[in-house]
């Protein structure tokens, strides 16, 4: 079945850090990826995503990488901000419906 | 475009009571889910529709629980006979039906049993 792995956090960083947030991902056929958010008191956004290989999605200064030799889809941000600070969940959907997520990681940015 | 609503945000029922929540999606998406999460973890599929049809449920949604989305509109979960391990954040979605599957998010209605 489709899995999805991402780093354990949580994270802290302090502000003008640079963000990496691992994922790697199970899937039986070609997925499209995601990143979603959560803001404190929020709910789940979506951030970016990536439909095929070597496909880069960005927004907000953040960006990933759709790698299917290493099954990977990883978050960056060169320079986080304190309103970066949020719960960050990778997902996957190789369906037309069902998406399979991470189990969040918590990013806490210090000012 | 007022997003997913979901309603009530917050409910605290004793164990064997039966609760229901409702979705509203956003207006003419046609694809509605439901969503599970508990603390720590990701949130985990439980059904789905498209329009007024379920097409699919997950073996994480007992006889207990039971969704509707009559006239393709709003849905409802119902939980029968609460249970403690029923306690979690319930997430409902909404998409377009078309690619690539962008699920819009509501603000999700947490349950307690106590």
């Known amino acids: 079945g489709n899995s999805v792995t991402q780093m354990e956090g949580p994270v802290t960083l302090s502000e003008e850090a640079f963000l990496t947030i691992n994922c790697t991902y199970t899937?039986?056929?070609?997925?499209?990826l995601f990143w979603y958010v959560q803001y404190p008191g929020e709910g789940l956004q979506l951030l970016l995503k990536a439909t095929k290989a070597d496909d880069k999605g960005s927004n907000k200064g953040f960006e990933a990488t759709y790698r299917k030799e290493t099954t990977s889809f990883h978050l960056e941000k060169g320079s986080v901000q304190v309103s970066d600070s949020a719960v960050y969940f990778c997902?996957?959907?190789?369906?037309?419906?069902?998406?399979?997520f991470g189990a969040g990681t918590t990013v806490t940015v210090r000012a | 475009d007022t997003g997913v609503s979901q309603d009530p945000r917050h409910k605290i029922t004793k164990r064997g009571q039966n609760v229901t929540f409702r979705c509203d999606p956003i207006s003419e998406h046609n694809r509605l889910y439901w969503y599970r999460q508990t603390l720590g973890q990701g949130p985990e599929f439980l059904t789905y529709?498209?329009?007024?049809?379920?097409?699919?449920k997950s073996r994480l949604l007992s006889d207990r629980f039971s969704a509707e989305r009559p006239k393709g509109s709003f849905s409802t979960l119902e939980i029968q006979r609460t249970e403690q391990g029923d306690s979690a954040m319930y997430l409902c979605?909404?998409?377009?039906?078309?690619?690539?599957?962008?699920?819009?998010f509501g603000p999700g209605t947490r349950l307690t049993v106590t």
């Open positions: 899937a039986t056929g070609y997925p499209s």
């Open positions: 979605a909404s998409s377009t039906g078309t690619g690539p599957y962008e699920q819009y």
């Open positions: 997902a996957l959907s190789d369906s037309d419906y069902k998406l399979s």
């Open positions: 529709f498209q329009n007024e049809a379920q097409l699919e």
